[in-house]
């Protein structure tokens, strides 16, 4: 079992659409969660990142941490073609930083 | 965020050469670098950690001598690809590590450099 998994996609919503993206994690030790967005040919970009169990919103994106179920998601409301990119979950611990695969994300104006 | 920038953005050069990739932390001081290559539609791929002041520490199977790493200050790491060659092409990305006081971790990225090795 891969220590982070994540949907590859790729995954195609129409404008407007919510978007859930969402990892999977096996290491109980990950104190840190974040969301990187990345568009073609650019370097991930941090969009969010959490700390505890629960609910971060940052305007159109929110941030959800399940310690319990060792699960994350991130959904973006009112889906965007601007929105189309790659997004890689990363998580760490002390000196321990793990990316998930990314999930790749079309937005059909 | 912490701003990361890499130079050059784009490099082609003649197998056998070597190319150097610059990466510096512009508004924060990083004593931790990660250099990572990424292929097309593929995911980053972590090369190496670069402590500044020591040795790099690659992952296993990259060749420490085909990439050198070089972290001589808080705000610059180098990343060197000896006598390059057509498998090198890739896409090369450098990321710094920014602890905000103690409370999180996390790592800001480069824009990214791609080489072509004809």
């Known amino acids: 079992q891969k220590e982070v998994e994540q949907d590859p996609g790729p995954l195609s919503v129409p404008e407007g659409a919510i978007v859930s993206l969402n990892c999977t994690y096996s290491?109980?030790?990950?104190?840190?969660f974040m969301w990187y967005r990345q568009y073609s040919r650019k370097g991930p970009e941090l969009l969010m990142y959490?700390?505890?169990?629960g609910n971060k919103e940052d305007g159109r994106f929110t941030a959800q941490v399940d310690k319990s179920s060792k699960y994350i998601s991130l959904f973006i409301r009112d889906s965007q073609p601007s929105d189309s990119a790659t997004y890689l979950c990363a998580m760490s611990y002390g000196q321990n930083f793990v990316f998930g695969p990314g999930t790749r994300l079309s937005v059909l104006p | 965020g912490a701003v990361v920038s890499q130079h050059p953005s784009r490099v082609i050069c003649k197998s056998g050469t070597s190319v150097k990739i610059e990466c510096r932390s512009l508004?924060?001081?990083?004593?931790?670098m990660f250099w990572y290559r990424q292929f097309p539609k593929q995911s980053l791929m972590l090369m190496a950690t670069?402590?500044?002041?020591?040795?790099?520490?690659?992952e296993q199977g990259v060749e420490k001598d085909k990439f050198l790493i070089n972290h001589a200050s808080l705000t610059l790491s180098t990343l060197t690809v000896t006598s390059a060659h057509p498998e090198d092409s890739s896409f090369y990305i450098c990321?710094?590590?920014?602890?905000?006081?103690?409370?999180?971790?996390?790592?800001?990225f480069g824009p990214g450099t791609r080489l072509t090795v004809l």
């Open positions: 290491n109980s030790a990950f104190q840190y």
């Open positions: 508004d924060f001081q990083a004593t931790t």
């Open positions: 959490t700390y505890s169990s």
């Open positions: 670069s402590n500044e002041g020591s040795k790099a520490t690659y």
């Open positions: 990321s710094a590590r920014d602890p905000l006081g103690g409370l999180t971790d996390t790592q800001y």
